[in-house]
Each structure stands twice: as C-alpha cells, then as structure tokens.
C-alpha cells in the first residue's frame, strides 16, 4: 500500500471557524510532512514530523497547529484562519527525513476555501 | 536558504516534439528529485539521481545530474497528451534545513493534440 489519504477533499469555512485536516499512512513511514500549495506555485513546507516529534516548522501562522497522535496520522487544526489561506493542502510521508534521500508520497491534498 | 532553480516555467510543444526542463542550484547537492503534478491533481515521485554524472531513464523519459552536482535536467522524447503536467525538480536544503526538500518553481508542460 503505497497510499497516503486525506480528508476531506475540499473544505470551506469562515474566518471564525475551526476545523481540521487529517492524512493518514500505513507504509510505516517515520516522516510526515505539510505543505501549502498556491496555484501556480510550488508546494511550500510548514510542518516536518520525523518519528512522531515535530521537526520544522516554517515559521508558520500559530492559528495553524499541526498534531501527530501515532505514527500512521497526522492532522492539521485550523483556526481563525485568514483569506489568504485558501490553498491546496498537502499532506506527504517519506520512509525518512527526505533530504537524506527518500521520496516523499503526496496525498491527493485537500482544497480549502476560506471566506 | 538553498534555492533549486527551474527554467523554463512554462513550455507549450506540440505532439511528438521534445520537451526538456533544467534545474540548477548554487551549492552542490547531495541528491535531486524529480515529481510530476498533472492538474488538479498532486505531486507524484518520479526519480532520485545521487552519483554525480548519473542517467536514468523511464521510457521516454531520461533525466540527467551534472558531473559537479548543481544541476540536472528532465527530457521527454516525442511528447504525448499524457506528458501534460507541471515538473517539479525538488534537492535538499541548506545547513539545519539539509534533511527537507526544496522545490523548484516548476516547469509547466502543455501538449498540443
């Protein structure tokens, strides 16, 4: 199973929801990855989780708070988000940190819309 | 930061042309990456090349990395509508970012039926 999944496939909520992005793998990956995408542009790091403990992150908003309950899932809490924010959402796994080399497998993103 | 750049970021052939996009960085890399996102959809890994010199090839697809590790280049022969997509050359990054990739600005490629 080389799948990584995520839910949902498009989301829109307001400024002052909250909501969160899950992805899930069970190709017993040890990193996981977020990424924003824009369109048009290349996906942009936020969050590296390497062995479930949070590597990096790219100076990114704190009304994004990314959580790693296992390592199989990730999720991606959103709150108080801004406009700008609309973007696809991607979530990877790689077998480990992936500028040592490994691939990374990109779920099919989830495209949130914020209004 | 490291910066993998791409060019050119957009390319429009017509059927059974040729296409390649190159990447080039300032530093060495340790290694380099190739992804393809065809639209609306996600990255998809192609090909890691490591050794310096290195060809591999995917059907019609052969991708190149510099004898000095700063660049590499993606070559499709006679292209074809499933060629469609946005490629991606991604290496690592630089100092404490080493084990993170770096995306490149993309080349775009629309095949012309």
């Known amino acids: 199973d080389t799948e990584v999944t995520q839910t949902p496939k498009h989301l829109v909520m307001g400024m002052t929801n909250k909501k969160s992005l899950k992805c899930e793998q069970h190709?017993?990956?040890?990193?996981m990855y977020w990424y924003k995408q824009k369109a048009k542009k290349p996906p942009e790091l936020m969050f590296v989780y390497s062995y479930e403990k949070l590597s990096i992150n790219e100076s990114v908003p704190s009304r994004f708070s990314p959580e790693c309950p296992n390592s199989s899932l990730l999720n991606l809490h959103l709150h108080a988000l801004q406009p700008e924010d609309s973007a696809l959402y991607l979530c990877a796994s790689s077998q480990d940190l992936a500028g040592l080399a490994y691939e990374q497998y990109f779920g099919p993103g989830t495209r949130l819309t914020v209004t | 930061g490291q910066q993998v750049m791409q060019i050119p970021q957009y390319q429009h052939v017509q059927e059974g042309e040729d296409f390649t996009t190159y990447c080039n960085s300032s530093?060495?890399?340790?290694?380099i990456q190739w992804y393809k996102q065809r639209p609306g959809g996600h990255p998809v890994f192609l090909i890691q090349?490591?050794?310096?010199?290195e060809v591999k090839k995917q059907k019609r697809l052969t991708f190149q990395f510099g004898e000095a590790k700063k660049n590499s280049s993606l070559h499709i022969t006679a292209t074809q509508t499933t060629d469609v997509g946005t490629y991606f050359c991604a290496g690592p990054g630089a100092g404490a970012g080493s084990y993170q990739l770096t995306f490149g600005k993309g080349t775009k490629l629309s095949v012309i039926p």
């Open positions: 190709m017993g990956h040890r990193a």
């Open positions: 090349l490591v050794k310096s010199g």
């Open positions: 530093t060495t890399l340790s290694n």
